[in-house]
């Protein structure tokens, strides 16, 4: 689970899904990372993506159906939601 400010400063657990269960809550933040460390991932990444090596699945949507296009992009819709004219 990923929580973070724009979705409310605050999370609620229901007891019954962590109880009995060996769990860590960790935090996390980019911000730690060293710049130096961070641009030589994104590097990384760029030269896999040149190398045509990573896949993100795209759903195209019109620009006058934008708003569904956000309601559903707040709901994870599993694929990029990319908004034509």
Same mark, same amino acid.
């Given at each position: 689970?990923?929580?973070?400010?724009?979705?409310?400063?605050?999370?609620?657990?229901?007891?019954?899904?962590?109880?009995?269960?060996?769990i860590s809550i960790l935090g996390h933040?980019?911000?730690?990372?060293?710049?130096?460390?961070?641009?030589?991932?994104?590097?990384?990444?760029?030269?896999? #993506?040149?190398?045509?090596?990573?896949?993100?699945?795209?759903?195209?949507?019109?620009?006058?159906?934008? #708003?569904?296009?956000?309601?559903?992009?707040?709901?994870?819709?599993?694929t990029k939601l990319v908004i034509v004219?």
């Open positions: 689970m990923a929580l973070g400010q724009s979705a409310g400063a605050e999370a609620t657990i229901v007891s019954g899904s962590v109880r009995g269960k060996a933040t980019n911000l730690l990372v060293g710049q130096d460390v961070r641009t030589a991932a994104y590097l990384r990444m760029v030269r896999h #993506g040149m190398a045509g090596e990573l896949h993100v699945d795209v759903e195209e949507v019109a620009l006058e159906d934008v #708003g569904e296009a956000w309601e559903r992009q707040g709901e994870s819709p599993g004219p």
